[in-house]
């Protein structure tokens, strides 16, 4: 089982990024897919999530600037960010999860600076 993270950098304030996750070893499309953030010190926390059904959510402060995603038929995951704001700066972590089944990728950096 694989999950790789990509697509993350640097960015200005007011700035967009698109995060991939491709995902390898399993059934992807039977999964609900997250992603979270952490930043030092602190505790990994939720971001958006996507259901194997298609319905997605957010936490209220990514809520109309993010926008997840996914595309079954690559067994790809996607996190579009707009509007990305200083505190938006984290390393960003790909999850995969099916009852008590929970997969983890390694994470890709977004920096958010002037």
């Known amino acids: 089982v694989q999950l790789v993270e990509s697509g993350g950098g640097l960015v200005q304030p007011g700035g967009s990024l698109r995060l991939s996750c491709a995902a390898s070893g399993f059934t992807f499309s039977s999964y609900d897919m997250r992603w979270y953030r952490q930043t030092p010190g602190k505790e990994r926390e939720w971001v958006a999530g996507?259901?194997?059904?298609?319905?997605?959510y957010y936490v209220g402060g990514v809520k109309g600037r993010f926008t997840i995603s996914r595309d079954n038929a690559k067994n790809t995951l996607y996190l579009q960010m707009n509007n990305l704001k200083l505190d938006d700066t984290a390393v960003y972590y790909c999850n995969a999860r099916l009852v008590q089944t929970n997969y983890w990728g390694q994470g890709t950096r977004v920096t958010v600076s002037s």
């Open positions: 996507i259901e194997s059904g298609g319905s997605s």
